[in-house]
């Protein structure tokens, strides 16, 4: 039998990885050039969504100011000559009623007019593109968090797919790739225009301005193609690099950062590692230092030979003084217009490879996805949940986390789950709400396979508190409203699951109440206790409503009143909802309806407290075991 997904529940799922882990080769397939320019494409393609009207304003302005330039050299041209031709003729001091100073008047009036609307052409233009730069990197940042939403949990607990993240994440913020493609085709522009006055003046000037950019092309071609090989290479170094510098520096980790003595072993790893990216980065750099300089020497030999013809063939009486300049001029700024170009190029092929990354990353899929016709999820639960020969194994694990798990969930149950650690309590909670799919079994919800319910409405029923539940560095207010985060501008029900946790109690103490930003990590912020911080957690419960509460080792740093105090509200106040309780302390599973007891990722036992201590099994033992610590 197939689930509405369209796999088989009692079948294992294939692991099939999800992302791209081959290295890149040194030698690029036809392949990945296309896959370069397809990378380029999509850009483009990202850039204009993100605004249409700032792309072509861009590009236009580019345009223009490609074509300036040539402009501005041709009217000094023209100056030259009308100056030469005035003193070849011998003639005496021009009057202001002359004619031929108002054409040299007008001429330098027209580079003059050239030459202020280079600058402020260039300056829009790069004004424009900055902010349109701005908009990509804001919009492809959202992008990327919006798209890592919707994928597993598993893809996150994987160490190449946090690789791969990380190398999109850098993406989003790398303007450089965008700047680069537009100056590209401004670059081409400008070429175009300076190699067509060398065509039809000196057409040879072109074969010497080959050999002065072509190689450098090809080097810069190569040293990017490196470039990119290495940093793929170092991607889980670089992020151990990143791992160990905040740890070093950040507040969660300084108390035992300070009592171990651990500030010398983090220095030393991160020098080691970051020595390791010194002296690759180094080799390179050296490499490719020595390689431009030889390029560069080849280049400036083409230049000062074609400088030698022009000379040569102005003395020849084959240009005049004006196409002297011109000439020199033009090639010289075809010479760095044409080098630009290339190595853009190149540069543009090396940055599409880190392209490629970010554009790989949003072709990642989840493989926990609602159906095509979706079932509603009850509201309330009528039957409850039934868990059938579940078995469940962590992708790469060798061993099963739950395995031949049965046992039902009864609709308005308090259920607690009891167990030694391993034995499969948070895995169980995790199939619950639909975080994993089960690779063998299934889990029906009232009568139902839990794959055949919209996922988004499944896990909007269900508020779950994890042991390592997050404290967010926000005001009080919003760390009880990310349980509903819709209801954030709902003080009264942010202030009742405040109080139904005992967070009111702590939160009344702050200089900024519910408004007193919470964490130490920006201006203003108190810490809180372990303790106070548990109390906050658990309101978020109380905050969501949902059909199914689940707290998983909520109450760990509380006190023994305190969390009696929690369970016995909790219980109260959970009254016809359905509840699963994890905890490893006796005396506050013993208030729940009714007892799991796993072991081994199975149902070992079951039944309220005093059924299992009258079975004498593993229940009573851990119970007398943890009672003998307080006589």
Known sequence: MKSASGKNPNAPQP?????????????RSTKKRLGTLHAIALFIAMVWRTSPYLTMSTLLLRLVDALLPVSKLYVGKLIIDEVSHQIQLGAPALSFHDEQLHQLLLLIAAGFGLAVFTDLFSRVSSLVEDVLA???????????????ATLDLKDFEDAEFQDQLERARV?????????????QAAGMIKAISFAAGLLIIAPWLVVLLLIAVVPAFLGEF????RSYSLHFSRTPAQREHTYVRLTATSVEAAKEVKIFGLSRFLIDRYVQLADQFYTANRKLAVRRTMWSGLFTAIGTMAYYGAYAYIIWGTLQGN????????????FLQLSDAVESLLLGFARTAGQAEFLKDLFSFFDLEPEILTPEDPLPVPCPIREGFVFENVGFQYPGAQRWAVRGLSFTLRAGEVLALVGENGAGKTTLVKLLARLYDPNEGRILLDGKDLREYDLAELRNSIGVIFQDFVRYNMTANDNIAVGRIKAREDRDRVERAAERSQAGQVIGRLPGGYDQMIGKQFNNGVELSGGEWQKIAIARAYMRGAEL???DEPTAALDARSESEVFRRFKELSKGKTSVLISHRFSSVRMADRILVLADGKVEAQGTHEELLAES??????FELQAAGYR
Do not use: W
């Open 617 to 622: 099994g593993r229940y009573a033992e851990l």
């Open 319 to 330: 240009f005049t003084v004006g196409d002297l300049t011109f000439l020199a001029g033009s």
């Open 549 to 551: 509460l689940i707290l």
């Open 134 to 148: 701005e908009r990509v990197t804001i919009a492809s940042s959202v992008r990327l968090m919006e798209h890592a």
């Open 222 to 225: 190569y040293f990017n193609a």
């Open 15 to 27: 692991k099939a990885p999800c992302h791209n882990t081959s290295s890149p080769p040194g030698v």
């Open 171 to 183: 993406q989003t913020s790398n303007s450089m790739t965008l700047l680069s493609l537009f100056y």
